[in-house]
């Protein structure tokens, strides 16, 4: 049976299998660089699958590091659990780190409608402002949410 395989840079032959789109990916997929050796897993996917463009990739290189952002140019391949870049290690250690994009709001009519409904948008609101405030230019991913995503890709 034939099996399709890669000849790296560094001149190691790596089996590649079928590859999948983009919009397969998951936290926690492998993510290997252009000589076969594994630089880390992914942890967010950056695009707008709606209208199916892919901006890129980020990536942990450590537990609780600082993701990195790889774009999309630098993808070589996708195949069933693992990302294949066109980049080296050292060029991967240099990466920039990815920036959580700004949130919006969701705006509430001014006619909220009855108690019930007027309660239910304040608590909202009260919510939001604690637990996810809104962010007008992108931003480093906080502690918390480096904790979380470790969390998701150890039960990817």
């Known amino acids: 049976m034939f099996e399709p395989t890669l000849l790296c840079a560094s001149g190691k032959t790596v089996e590649v299998a079928d590859p999948v789109s983009w919009l397969m990916i998951r936290a926690g997929w492998k993510v290997v660089a252009a000589d076969g ?5 992914v942890d ?3 695009g707008d699958d709606t209208e199916d463009i892919f901006d890129g ?11 990195r952002y790889v774009p999309a140019e630098q993808v070589a391949g996708i195949s069933q659990g693992v990302v294949r870049l066109s980049l080296t290690r050292e060029q991967v250690v240099r990466l920039g ?14 006619n909220k409608g ?3 409904e007027t309660l239910a948008a304040d608590v909202r609101e009260v919510e939001a402002k604690m637990l996810a405030p809104t ?3 992108e931003h480093s991913m906080n502690i918390w949410r ?5 969390f998701r890709r150890l039960a990817g």
């Open 97 to 110: 780190e990815y920036l959580e994009p700004a949130t919006s709001a969701e705006i509430e009519p001014d």
């Open 114 to 116: 009855g108690l019930g």
């Open 44 to 46: 967010e996917v950056a």
């Open 146 to 150: 480096r904790i979380a995503f470790f």
């Open 135 to 137: 962010q007008r230019h």
């Open 37 to 41: 050796g594994e630089v880390g897993e």
């Open 57 to 67: 990739l980020a990536i942990a290189t450590s537990s609780f590091g600082k993701p």
